[in-house]
């Protein structure tokens, strides 16, 4: 059976995770050819794992020029994904990027460019449009049976994580090191299944608390409000300081509900569309019948595991992939609008402008500090939702 000789730059903690699955025979059409981290104690640990033979290296560029890998892995510090991510494209080289697809859209943009110069494979690292409940509301959402979208809700605040784990990397809820807080590390999956399943919104506001759960420079706690083309509204909270936290996506459409919660769909599927019933009714309290419906999935989707499977099968065989990663720069643009709004204290539109965001951005990371910090930890990330980056 031919094997994709993939190169993985960064052995944190994704990179670990997929080194390990891949180790483990989950990914059998993928072998570990190189390894490339700054950190030697990491490329040691990778050697420990896949043997001393193992060829590793200090720089990515270095992995990448070597010819020993046919693809490469990008699992470093956002700043870093597009810079890489050209760099082995530049070489003929197909790329899965980590989320987030880079830090900010007009960065992104010059990768996705490359990309479409190139003819590489491309993925995003998007584990979560493998769970069977998404998967399911945007066939409902998108297929069109339910009607028009009229409202979306996400109160998504169980990514909580204790002061411990912001002090485990000097990088760590730094403008400068990370380029943000819980919408760029924690939600990007969130982010992308939201646009994923319901399209993306043309006006966007939001509120922001700055390290007010935490020791932090960055956001850790977010309230966000957009407006949809068609006029439906939605929201977006966030937070890393609520314990225990909250996982509600609730889709409201012309034809039903929607609600995302405890690994079950639940579908409230009217009768009669509410628009059509609002006409035709001519009783004060009326309301509309409707048939509820659950899904109960057995598991979460093959998540990790199975982005790596269709990139294996997109090199191959052409197969398609679980995301494009031309994809990244949409739930991207939304956290950078978001951003872009509680800095300036006011709602931005989309498109976004990418020139203002990068400003603001910068008069961030000026100012921005690094802590002096304990030796990092390398967390299980083997079945969790979105991982623990």
Known sequence: MRQIKLGILGVGNMGSTHLTNIKEGKCPELTVAAVADVNPARLAWAREQLGSSLPVFAAGEEMMDSGLVEAVLVAVPHYDHPRYA???????????????????????????????RSSVVFGMMFNQRT????????????????????RTNWIITNWYRPQAYYDSGSWRATWSGEGGGVLLNQCPHNLDLWQWICGMPVRVSAHMHFGRWHDIEVEDDVTA?????????GSFVTSTGDAPGTNRFEITL????LVAEDDRLTLWKLQQPEPEFSRANTIPFGQPEWVKQE?????????????????AGAILRGEPLVASGTEGIRGLTLSNAMHLSAWLGREVSLPLDEDLFYEELQKRVKTSRRKETAAPVYADTSGTYGGTK
Do not use: C, I
């Open 86 to 116: 050209m760099e082995a494209m530049a070489r003929g080289l197909h790329v899965m990027v980590e989320k987030p697809a880079g830090v900010y859209t007009r960065q992104v943009r010059q990768m996705n460019e490359a990309a479409a």
């Open 295 to 311: 899904w109960k999935a057995e598991d979460r989707g093959p998540q990790h595991v199975g982005v790596l499977n269709a990139f």
């Open 131 to 150: 769970n069977p409940a998404y998967q399911k509301m945007r066939e409902l959402v998108q297929g069109g049976s339910l009607g028009q979208l009229r």
């Open 254 to 257: 012309d034809g039903g509900k």
């Open 225 to 233: 409000y957009v407006e949809y083309e068609n006029g439906a509204t």
